[in-house]
């Protein structure tokens, strides 16, 4: 089974690669409050298809550069009238 995030698109800037931001919930030792806490990761977009906003799930594979150890499995949630 392969590691899998489902995140935010946040930056499609680089050739086919994007940044997905992906959040989660995490409760506070003392506190015992939930923070949320996020991560970004850098993933592969083979045919350059993503775009800002976006809602995707990336799956883990094998290191294609120094970052970037991600793909983009499927785009979950697309946003109208985004322009790339």
């Given at each position: 089974?392969?590691?899998n995030f489902v995140g935010m698109v946040i930056s499609?800037?680089?050739?086919?690669?994007v940044r997905v931001k992906v959040t989660s919930h995490k409760v506070h030792p003392v506190v015992l409050?939930?923070?949320k806490t996020h991560k970004n990761y850098i993933a592969h977009d083979e045919n350059q298809v993503c775009k800002l906003g976006d809602i995707?799930?990336?799956e883990a594979c094998r290191p294609l550069s120094k970052h970037k150890h991600?793909?983009?499995?499927?785009?979950?949630?697309s946003v109208k009238g985004a322009v790339a």
């Open positions: 089974m392969r590691q499609n800037a680089m050739q086919k690669s409050k939930t923070m995707v799930r990336i991600f793909a983009v499995a499927e785009i979950i949630r």
